[in-house]
């Protein structure tokens, strides 16, 4: 089943973050029962895939300023059937920054969130079950702006809190802080 390597990394973290066993019941439900949950033709929700995309020396995290929903977010994108959700989120890195060189820090999941994305002249509202993976950019070079950004910028992850008031963006940071405990 091409469903089960994403099984396996959500099970990882059930172990690692007891305290998100609501949202990860949730998220495993959807893919078990689900056989075309990587396919953005699912009308009522799909597997996305996002970068915590760090710089070399950790210190800041690259958003995005979304066009479409218009606030700063990490980068990521639609799996459009790639199972392979890590694979995804560096696709979706690539794309959305112009950087050339990016390596994950870890083959685990960094992160999970379930997200409504509100109806818009090319589709009904429906759920994104975002899989987010720890990356870093591994040279300091300018940034190119995609067509699905206004704007993108190396935030410092310590004042990421002046820039965004995401409940998912803070918890990553949280996590990110705490990584090392």
Request: net charge negative; proline share 2%; charged share 30%.
């Amino acid at each position: 089943m091409h469903r089960n390597a994403l099984l396996s990394l959500l099970d990882v973290y059930k172990n690692k973050y007891p305290e998100e066993r609501e949202t990860l019941d949730a998220f495993i439900h959807f893919v078990q029962d689900n056989t075309s949950c990587f396919e953005r033709s699912l009308a009522k929700g799909h597997v996305t895939g996002s970068a915590w995309l760090v710089n070399r020396d950790h210190s800041k995290i690259l958003l995005t300023h979304h066009r479409k929903l218009n606030k700063w977010l990490q980068l990521g994108g639609h799996a459009d059937g790639e199972s392979n959700i890590g694979a995804v989120a560096l696709r979706e890195a690539y794309e959305e920054s112009g950087l050339k060189s990016i390596v994950p820090l870890s083959e685990e999941i960094f992160d999970i969130d379930i997200h409504r994305i509100p109806e818009n002249p090319k589709e009904a509202a429906h759920f994104h079950y975002d899989v987010r993976f720890a990356l870093e950019a591994q040279v300091c070079e300018k940034v190119t702006v995609s067509l699905e950004s206004h704007d993108l910028s190396w935030i410092s992850i310590l004042g990421l809190h002046e820039q965004s008031d995401e409940t998912s963006i803070l918890r990553m940071r949280q996590k990110w802080f705490s990584k090392d405990d």
